[in-house]
């Protein structure tokens, strides 16, 4: 079974700049999700957006191509990829030939998938969708929506995950509503290297008290762990502590090695939002 500790996180890595769908390295969810107490099927839905920043290709008669991706992985997906070996398999393409965008999108749609569902009986797919230059200034900024907690002056002692922090008046009545905060930090698992974000939370239930919250959201700020595990930590301890009716959380980390990565989880189906960046990202 793949481990971080396995992975080229935190290691000299050569620069292999010839289409190598080698380099990708699976980590399996499961690990991670035991430690929250979870089985194999948690209480949430979701996927992982990403942004590819640096793709690069050449076209037939050697001319370089560039591109933005964005790549959708499902949460139900029983392996994620580690970033770092994500960013070496993109500069993979970067002196190989391709026909086409669409032929490059086609592989990397194949191989995502395919590391992602490894060693699974079931199989799905990866979603990928290739921005090509002329659709650069198309791209929005925007920052989340919401009641933003950051406007409290509240006093924090917590760095590392106090899910105690978190309380719900539920002899209010049930509210429906949604905050967010610039001040989620954590680290890599691997390198402890820091990782920013933003994020979202709306929830319909008894009212949350957004003093605690925000400290709670500080409590990770030397906390270790992947984006994706992260913010399932975060759902699991406000669908816990706080049982609402109905939770999403919603992150966007800025970009490290041209990828950022955006996880959603939440308790009911609903559409993926749109792939637009905050300004940090």
């Not at 035991?34 to 839905?45: H, M, S």
């Not at 580690?82 to 749609?109: C, G, H, T």
């Not at 060693?119 to 230059?133: A, F, N």
Request: overall charge negative.
């Amino acid at each position: 079974m793949n481990t971080p500790e396995h992975s080229q996180l935190g290691k000299t890595s050569a620069y292999i700049d010839q289409y190598d769908a080698s380099l990708l390295f699976p980590l399996p969810r499961a690990t991670k999700r035991a430690e929250l107490g979870l089985g194999a099927t948690p209480p949430f839905f979701g996927a992982d957006l990403w942004t590819a920043f640096e793709l690069s290709w050449l076209n037939l008669r050697g001319k370089p191509q560039v591109a933005l991706a964005h790549i959708t992985v499902p949460c139900e997906t029983p392996q994620l990829i580690e970033s770092k070996s994500f960013k070496l398999y993109l500069n993979s393409f970067n002196n190989s030939r391709f026909a086409d965008a669409s032929e490059v999108q086609a592989r990397l749609r194949a191989d995502l998938s395919e590391a992602v569902w490894r060693g699974s009986e079931q199989s799905g797919t990866v979603g990928v969708q290739i921005l090509l230059p002329e659709m650069f200034d198309r791209q929005q900024v925007h920052e989340f929506d919401g009641i933003n907690l950051d406007r409290l002056d509240v006093e924090c002692t917590h760095y590392a995950p106090a899910p105690e922090l978190l309380r719900a008046d539920a002899s209010q009545p049930t509210v429906t509503e949604t905050l967010t905060s610039n001040l989620l930090k954590s680290n890599c698992l691997v390198t402890g290297q820091p990782d920013w974000g933003s994020v979202q939370i709306r929830y319909t239930g008894a009212k949350i008290d957004e003093e605690g919250l925000l400290q709670y959201l500080v409590s990770f700020r030397n906390h270790n762990e992947f984006h994706e595990q992260c913010v399932e930590r975060i759902f699991m301890d406000i669908w816990r502590r706080c049982e609402p009716l109905k939770l999403s959380v919603y992150a966007r980390y800025t970009r490290r090695g041209g990828l950022d990565i955006n996880p959603l989880r939440t308790s009911h189906a609903q559409a993926l939002p749109a792939n637009v960046r905050n300004a940090r990202q």
